[in-house]
Each structure stands twice: as structure tokens, then as C-alpha cells.
């Protein structure tokens, strides 16, 4: 027997048909012997509809406000799913952030877990009862509703099966598991049996969308055995886990990419102490998120120049807050591209295995495709492209580290 | 300075641009100088569909869950209310239910109101802050959400106003306030300005859907000023108070009736106790509310008729409940009809005044309208007759008793 906690996101709870095949693979689990709490997102669509409503009741936003309007979204399909559970003679209840409770900091739209209460719960499975728990929901050190914000589904399932001391945490989506790369433009991509947090960790944050970021690092922390599996079939998925479970790997994991980057350089910079600070100061004061920086080696002495990446719709918002402090920063010139694409070759066997950068590189440079930044962490090489040349060099990359064959 | 409950219904939130127009008008009270808590039901036609949802995911309905669904109607509805209000510079928050609470019994789906805690919100009110709560909704001592069943908004509307001991609960409605009778088959039907709350009790059970019934009567048992007016126009609507407010009237209020009744007569039962316990024990083990009861005097001393009438909606199943019984009541033959109406006449006047009761059955009789079952109470005179002939008997009592006429 184990304590399994099965996630189901929109999709998968789309429709009252949806709702019903959910129940019967929550069926299955608990028939096989297991302890089961489900955590389930809206129904795909109903988020969207609320957020609507909320922006266009009034522009001045009262996150408490808009956290109670959309938290009904997985209340309604936590009670749907539960009457589902029990009319195929399957004991179950719905729970809300609150009832449990999922105690969230007061950042309401964006709240952080705090710490989770699972006594009864626990209670209640060892004595056969379903959890039908609603993702994305807690409850705010104000006594109100927050939510975690967008994709904080994965959270809360990471989170409840740490709080739970889950066996697995099951992410139930509309994939069939995490691939080599994307199916889409490489139809030889291959899904993967297992992959380690750290790996899968940084899949997410280059752009492969299976999973949110946050609820890796949680499960992460956590030590919670994850699985990305598909809501329509029934195979197995992918085993998100530890390194140290994973056999010895002797290749990559994955090709990872972004098609939706653009690229600032800021030419001509006097070469002084504050100036780097000055520029992403100003660009984290209106949020934006900068992923990859690279300053050149200054030819003379006097100048130098600052390239960095980030999301292609914050190009405009960055460009301009760049030229309001242009006097101040004295730079002679500002560049900057939107038709740029990061990829990144990820695993863990770069521990280990020199040579995995030059190959890489090789790669590219056969096939004329110029590298604009390059990128490295420990498991992990980041190159930012022209975007025409994204499926090229991801198709050209899965190939030459025969990401298609088996381990 | 006054402390007032408005309670707005399914139509007056139905869409933002309505929920932009209630915001105003709470803040018209406001700036008035007035504390306000507003009542909200979800927006027209959600609970429907949520009801519809609940249902159709399960035939076997667990009313916690059902519970948990239908709640967030109002949910909704508060919350952007709130955001509305915000944006006019109108200080606001929501309350759902359990956040007050609004402590109900565990008779999910059609709780009942026990106790109110609504310190915090007093609190707030004596800060300027208007409080936006949920109507319909409570928390039951399991600690899940509970609601009040259907027309709960007008009950939540009355208790809140009782526990925060507030001047007035002005509840707004799709008409202008109570009239004389049905203005849309009696043309001449004049809105009152004030009804007692007996009067308005016998209006609501008689058929006037203006307001339910249960939050009549927790009106009355909490002496709570109601006013019933309208949310679209801004006019004076009617108050429904103590009799000791009402000047001495002359005549009767109004004239209600229910085109929706059945009729059944039991004829020939055996003349013996516990013939009629028998009968109404088995229709209520199925839910059915009986309305009017007859027993005809015997004849013969062996045998006895009972006539009763109930929701045309229930017959059926009434009949077939009875005809279960045959043997056991030995009865000879089961009548029914199912084209019944329910007109009654309604006035504290009565206690003073006879001849009221004369007067109506002089005008059905000069009309040629057979009066079937006649029933009264202290401030009522109701009849049964044909369906055919409601406007017939509505707009010749509305004439007789001067009706159109102001006191």
C-alpha cells in the first residue's frame, strides 16, 4: 500500500465527462490498495472567465477581492468531483484551502505556503477516505482567501503529498511525460522514464512547459518522488526523483527551448563600478524578468558594452526604462533584437563527461547557425539564436546526442 | 445616521454594468451619512447552472458538496462587488459565510440561521467600511459550508440585520415594493406603503412572490424594519413593520393568490380518529406540503370525506401515496383536480371590521364563481376556486374593496 497524491489540471476536469474519467482513475488507484488525495485545478476556461470579471469590475485591484472570486473556480470542481467519487462508491470530500488549512503568507494572487495541516486528512485516509483537495487556494494570516498563483496547482499537490509524506506525487496532464524535447517540431522526441529534479528544474525554466518551476524546487526540497503522466492514457510517465535514484546516465536529458526571447545590448558604457547595478535596478523596478547577461571584455579601458536577454513582451517596457536613465548611464548606443530564441542542452551527465559544450557548439556551427550569448551552469548550456533557425538547431542537437535511442 | 442592510438579488447583480449600478447606489447611502452592510445573491442565472452541474455529475447527491458548489455563486458576486465599490472610493470589503460566520445547523442545502458573530463586522461598520456579505450561505458545526436553500439571500439580508441591530433592511427587488394585488393582471393594483408583517406573511404564503416567507417571519420575531423597493428606480418602496407603526387602516391590503394548486377530495373514508393522521403522516414522509385542509361534516355517521390542497406540482405523487394506503383507509373512491387557483384577501382590518368575509363571497358569488374550499385566519380569507377564473376573482375583489384607492 502506498499514499499517493494524484494532481489533475484543467484540462483533465475540462468538462462533467472529464470530471467522471478522473473519478475512475482515482477509482483505480484506490482499488489497487493505495491511499489516494487528489488535488484538481478549475475547470480549463473557468480561471480565464474570473479573471475577466475582475479586471473589468474596476482597474484599482483588491487581491483579497480577486483571490475570493477566483479560488470559486476549484471549489466548484473540487464539489464536482467528489459527488463523481462517491456516486461510483468511492468515500471522498472535498476540501477548500481554508478547511484544511493551507496556511499561505499574506501575499494574496501570488501567496508562498506556509505550512500545511494534514491531521485530518491523514486521519481520513487511513480509514479508506478520498481527499479531494482545491489546488492554487489557501488561506491568508488575514482570515481570507489567497491564491498561489498561476500554475500554483502543481504547487499544492507538491506540497500536500510533502505534508502528507506522500510515496508519490502523480501530475496528471495533458502529455504523456517529460520528452528529449519538444514533440512538436522534433517527431523523434522521446519520453523519458526518469529525469532528476535538478535536470527537470532546469527543462522548466528553458521552456518546456510540462512542469512549473516552483513546484520542482518544492518537490526538490521536499525529497517528493514526482511523475508526469498523461490524463487520457493510461501508460507511465516520466519519474521526476533524486540523482542518486537514477541509474548512470551516459548522455543528455533533453533539448530545451524558447522561442519567445528578445536580446538588449547597451553599447558604449563608461567601465565603472554601479553601472550594471543601475540598468537592472531600474528594469526590476518595473518587473521584468532578465534571464541571461553577458558583459564584454572592455577593448580599451574607458568602454563597455552589456547584452542581456529577457521575455520578448517586456522588450518595450525595458528598451524605454533604459533610455529615460540614458544621461546618467552615458552610453552611446542601445541594440536590441525580437527575434530571438534561447536553447539549451540539459543533463547531469555534464558532470561528468567533458566535451558536451564543444559538441554542441560543433553543431550549431555546421549547420551556420551563429550563437549570439552563450550560458553555462553546471548541468546545463544556454545559447541565444536568430528564432528562424529554433527548430534547426533543436532537431540538429536531439540528433547528434541520440537523445532518440534509449539510454 | 443610520445603520441600514440592502440586499440585492440575482437580477440587480446579473451583469458587471448592473453590479456598477448597485455599487452607486451603496454609495448614495453612504454619503448620506449611513453605515451600510450589503447582502448580495449570486448573479442571475450562476446558481441555476451550478445546480444544474451538481446533478447531472451524480445522481446521488452529497448536499455538502452540493453545498460547496452553489456557494460560490455569491462568492462571486461579493467579491466583485467589492472591487466596484473600491474603484468609486467606497471603503469595502466581502464576507463570505463561515468568515463572519454565520453559524447555521447541519441540515445542509436548507440550513437554518443559529448565530451570528458579526462583532468584527460592527467594528468595521463604526470605521466607514462598507461590509459585503454573502447571502445564502452559513457554516455548519462539521465546519463546511452550508446554504440556506432557495430565497436564503432575503434570510441572510434579515438576520444580518437583526444581529448588527441595524435601523432598516431595504431589500431590492425587479418591482417597486408590495402592491395590492398582481400588476400584471390587475392594472389598477396600487403599491402599499407600508403592510404589517402578519399581513405581509399571509401575503407571501398566499402567493405574492415579493418576499419568502421564512425571512418575513424572522422580520417579525426580530422586529426588523423591512422595505421592499426597487433596485432599478429610485423610489420609496414599501415598509413592512409592527402593526403598532401602521396607522389605524380601513380597509383590507391586498389580494393574493396561486394559480399553481391541485385538489384532492378522499371520499367515503370510514368516519374514525386517526383517519386523517394517517393520511397527511404519509404525504409528509414524502415531503408534501399540504396547504388547505377541509373535512366535510358526515352525513350518515359511517362516513366522512377530507378534502386538502396542495402544489400542483405534487399531485401525482400525493395520489400515489394515497392509493398505496387504500386498503389500510378503506376509502371509496380518490378525486382529483389539478386546475385549482388560491385567491385570498388579506387585512389586519379584519380584526375590527365584519363583513369582510360577507363582501367576498357576495362578489365570487355575483360573478358566478363556485367557491370549492374556504379557509381563513385572522387576517385572511382564502378560497379555492377554478383556476380559470383567477383574474376574474383577483380584479373583482381589488374593485369591491377600493383597492386602487389610496387609504
Not at 478522473?22 to 484506490?30: D, M, N, S, T, W
Not at 526590476?284 to 574607458?302: C, G, K, R
Not at 536553447?343 to 559544450?357: D, E, F, K, L, N
Request: hydrophobic residues 40%.
Amino acid at each position: 500500500m502506498a499514499r499517493i497524491v494524484q494532481k489533475f489540471g484543467g484540462t483533465s476536469v475540462g468538462d462533467l465527462e472529464r470530471i467522471r474519467n478522473v473519478a475512475q482513475r482515482v477509482k483505480l488507484c484506490v482499488e489497487a490498495g493505495n491511499q489516494v488525495a487528489v488535488v484538481v485545478s478549475a475547470m480549463a476556461g473557468t480561471t480565464n472567465r474570473l479573471i475577466e470579471w475582475a479586471n473589468q469590475i474596476g482597474s484599482m485591484h483588491d487581491a483579497r477581492e480577486y483571490d475570493t472570486i477566483v479560488s470559486t473556480g476549484e471549489q466548484i470542481s473540487v464539489g464536482l468531483l467528489s459527488i463523481a467519487l462517491q456516486n461510483i462508491g468511492v468515500d471522498a470530500r472535498s476540501w477548500l484551502g481554508w478547511q484544511i488549512p493551507f496556511k499561505t503568507d499574506d501575499f494574496h494572487s501570488a501567496a508562498r505556503i506556509e505550512e500545511i495541516n494534514a491531521k485530518e486528512i491523514i486521519y481520513r485516509l487511513n480509514k479508506g477516505q478520498v481527499a479531494v483537495v482545491a489546488g492554487f487556494q489557501g488561506i491568508a494570516p488575514d482570515g481570507r482567501i489567497s491564491t498561489l498563483g498561476r500554475g500554483g496547482s502543481d504547487t499544492s499537490a507538491v506540497a500536500l503529498a510533502a505534508a502528507i509524506d506522500a510515496d508519490r506525487c502523480d501530475i496528471f496532464t495533458d502529455v504523456e511525460g517529460v520528452y528529449t524535447t519538444d514533440p512538436r517540431i522534433m517527431p523523434k522526441a522521446r519520453k523519458l522514464d526518469s529525469i532528476t529534479f535538478e535536470e527537470m528544474l532546469e527543462m522548466a525554466s528553458a521552456g518546456a512547459r510540462v512542469l512549473q518551476t516552483r513546484s520542482v524546487a518544492m518537490a526538490m526540497r521536499h525529497s517528493v518522488n514526482l511523475q508526469v503522466l498523461s490524463s487520457f492514457k493510461e501508460s507511465p510517465g516520466t519519474l521526476v526523483q533524486n540523482e542518486e535514484k537514477q541509474m548512470e546516465k551516459q548522455k543528455v536529458s533533453g533539448i530545451a527551448y524558447s522561442a519567445e526571447e528578445a536580446k538588449v545590448t547597451v553599447v558604449g558604457l563608461p567601465d565603472k563600478p554601479g553601472i550594471a547595478a543601475r540598468i537592472f535596478g531600474a528594469l526590476a523596478e518595473i518587473h521584468i524578468n532578465v534571464d541571461m547577461i553577458v558583459q564584454s571584455a572592455s577593448t580599451d579601458s574607458e568602454k563597455t558594452d552589456i547584452t542581456f536577454s529577457l521575455a520578448r513582451s517586456d522588450l518595450w517596457d525595458a528598451v524605454k526604462s533604459i533610455k529615460n536613465i540614458k544621461e546618467e548611464l552615458d552610453f552611446e548606443r542601445l541594440d536590441h533584437d525580437d527575434n530571438i530564441a534561447k536553447v539549451s542542452v540539459i543533463g547531469t551527465a555534464m558532470r561528468t563527461q567533458p566535451g558536451i559544450a564543444k559538441r554542441m557548439f560543433e553543431v550549431l556551427s555546421d549547420k551556420q547557425i551563429n550563437m549570439q550569448v552563450i550560458s553555462t551552469s553546471e548541468i546545463k548550456i544556454s545559447v541565444l539564436i536568430q528564432a528562424d533557425y529554433t527548430e534547426l538547431a533543436v532537431r540538429s542537437l536531439h540528433d547528434a546526442f541520440g537523445l532518440d535511442r534509449p539510454d
